[in-house]
């Protein structure tokens, strides 16, 4: 099925929050309390927050659409991962997500490749990504992108701590 990828605006807030909201429960619904989960996407994937990231002006969002739904996102921001490297100006690869049905396509590929034409104009930027310690595939993915590990955190689900690597790609 032919796809299309493309910049997410202000307007594509309820799209970008359906493919959030559909992809994390995909990927990670079966690994939190019902309850936990349903607070935990409302707070952060819901239209309201995705409007307001969508909504900075140094935040960016790819939609990527079959027949005209989207079936996989990744949205950046400023950095927000705790790291005494970080700096003022670094930007977060928040998430990057395909739906199952449209994965192993190269789908990531194109949405990471994407992402770093922005990130990197007009001058290269510092890159953070946070992701599961489990991911091992995540993992390699973001090394062939130049990331190394630098850190770790807990990524919270209302009571489950998740551990979360940081990893960094610098300037």
């Not at 202000?10 to 994390?24: E, G, K, M, R, S």
């Not at 960016?60 to 003022?88: F, T």
């Amino acid at each position: 099925m032919p796809t299309t990828l493309r910049r997410a605006c202000v307007d594509d807030a309820a799209a970008l929050a359906d493919i959030a909201i559909a992809t994390y429960t995909e990927t990670f619904g079966d690994s939190y309390p019902p309850q936990d989960l349903q607070v935990f996407l409302h707070a952060h994937y819901s239209l309201e927050p995705q409007r307001a990231e969508l909504a900075d002006p140094h935040a960016a969002a790819w939609l990527l659409e079959a027949d005209g739904r989207a079936v996989g996102y990744l949205a950046a921001g400023p950095n927000s991962l705790p790291h005494a490297l970080a700096a003022a100006g670094d930007i977060e690869l928040k998430r990057l997500y395909v739906l199952a049905s449209h994965q192993n396509a190269g789908h990531g590929e194109r949405l990471m490749s994407a992402f770093l034409e922005w990130l990197d104009r007009p001058s290269r930027r510092a890159l953070w990504v946070g992701v599961w310690s489990e991911n091992h595939g995540a993992q390699r993915f973001y090394a062939r992108h130049g990331c190394c590990k630098v850190g770790e955190y807990d990524f919270i689900v209302g009571d489950s701590r998740d551990r979360e690597y940081i990893l960094h790609r610098p300037a």
